[in-house]
């Protein structure tokens, strides 16, 4: 009778466990999805329970689609402006928090000689420059005020090819153009271990661009769920922020 008792309790238990496990939905900025599931892994050890849907886009599209009531949970943006402008009109519940800092490079499956800097965009070589468009990518913006600051975008500009994301900007670096923009963290990826740096790429100089500061914020589709908040700490955790420095990005402590 005992054994029978025990065993309804503990299948009692188990199914209150399945009943309290949920699926929680995060739209992710581009750049971060080479992080993503190193994050995600790290955090089912702790949260075995909690189910993770991403949704990666530009950061631009993944605004206009909450505000249009995607049914987003948590919101990871490449840059503040976007969860600024959603805790600003109380779609966003949280205030925006920096997670990571993210970084410029530029990428060639060529060998390139990068010991020319930003000049060796005026090679008649280099046709096509993929970058990610600034009217909704913070990637792309970073691009243009670097090449701004580096005196070359009016000689420049026509060569431009614009990805949706910095992940589409990435596929279009390595086939369609000769050279292109994109976050260092994606040259952290296994797929893209073997190029190399000085020969295949190189870093955009930090002082040319605004520092690319990574908000993060709680929706309301996700307020009042334990799990959210879950996930939403364990970004602005010591754990989450080992991983993205492995992936290039800078984090504050």
């Known amino acids: 009778m005992k054994y029978i008792i025990m065993k309804t309790t503990l299948l009692f238990i188990w199914s209150l466990a399945i009943l309290g496990a949920g699926e929680i939905s995060i739209a992710v900025a581009a ?28 950061s631009g599209k993944l605004t206009a689609q909450i505000k249009h009531g995607a049914p987003y949970d948590i919101f990871m943006s490449a840059n503040m402006k976007y969860p600024e402008a959603l805790y600003e009109e109380k779609i966003a519940i949280t205030k925006p928090l920096v997670y990571a800092q993210g970084a410029l490079a530029y990428l060639s499956v060529k060998k390139q000689d990068f010991s020319k800097g930003m000049d060796i965009l005026k090679d008649k070589n280099i046709e096509k420059i993929a970058i990610a468009n600034p009217k909704i990518a913070p990637y792309g913006i970073a691009t243009i005020e670097a090449l701004k600051s580096a005196n070359i975008y009016e000689e420049i500009k026509e060569k431009f090819v614009y990805g949706e994301s910095i992940s589409q900007t990435v596929a279009y670096a390595t086939t369609a153009a000769d050279i292109g923009f994109i976050a260092k963290s994606s040259l952290y990826s296994p797929q893209m271990a073997h190029f190399k740096e000085g020969i295949h790429w190189s870093d955009v100089d930090e002082t040319l661009y605004t520092p690319i500061s990574q908000g993060i914020v709680i929706l309301k589709n996700g307020e009042g769920d334990s799990e959210v908040k879950a996930f939403y700490e364990f970004m602005l955790s010591k754990k989450a922020k080992d991983i993205l420095k492995n992936f290039g990005y800078k984090v504050i402590k």
Do not use: D, R, W
């Not at 750049?31 to 530009?58: C, D, M, R, W």
């Open 31 to 58: 750049n971060v999805s080479y992080a993503i599931e190193p994050l995600k892994k790290t955090f089912y050890i702790l949260h075995p329970e909690t189910k993770i849907q991403v949704i990666l886009g530009s």
